[in-house]
């Protein structure tokens, strides 16, 4: 079943914020660490953005350093994403992403266990 779903992508002007969000249907989502992860067409996977079920977070800290805010609200079991100051070079799908009964920021994309389908941002005027 579809545990992770992401929305609030779209077409954004660049300069301008968005906000994505990923809803889980998972029941331990209170005691797994999520993540943000983003793809461009033809290139790898990237890191974006982590919150563990602590609320310590970790950000990217080369291309988006100081433009995310990651929240998550356990009793809603949503995690959102806040893009400020959007280049064309952000468009990318975005996928939330669960590390199951992790405590701490998982180091890498492999801990991560589950993953939703992806939303699309796409950032041009």
């Known amino acids: 079943q579809v545990q992770l779903v992401e929305s609030g992508g779209g077409w954004v002007q660049p300069g301008g914020p968005v906000r994505l969000s990923c809803t889980a249907s998972?029941?331990?989502?209170?005691?797994?660490?999520m993540g943000w992860f983003r793809q461009a067409p033809g290139k790898e996977r990237e890191f974006v953005a982590a919150?563990?079920?602590?609320?310590?977070?970790?950000y990217n800290s080369d291309s988006m350093r100081g433009r995310l805010i990651i929240s998550r609200d356990n009793a809603k079991k949503t995690v959102s994403l806040e893009i400020y100051s959007l280049k064309p070079e952000d468009t990318a799908v975005y996928y939330c992403?669960?590390?199951?009964?992790?405590?701490?920021?998982?180091?890498?994309?492999?801990?991560?266990?589950?993953w939703g389908q992806g939303t699309l941002l796409s950032v041009s005027s």
């Open positions: 998972r029941p331990t989502f209170s005691n797994d660490a």
């Open positions: 992403a669960a590390a199951s009964d992790y405590a701490n920021i998982p180091p890498s994309a492999q801990f991560y266990d589950v």
């Open positions: 919150i563990s079920r602590t609320g310590i977070k970790k």
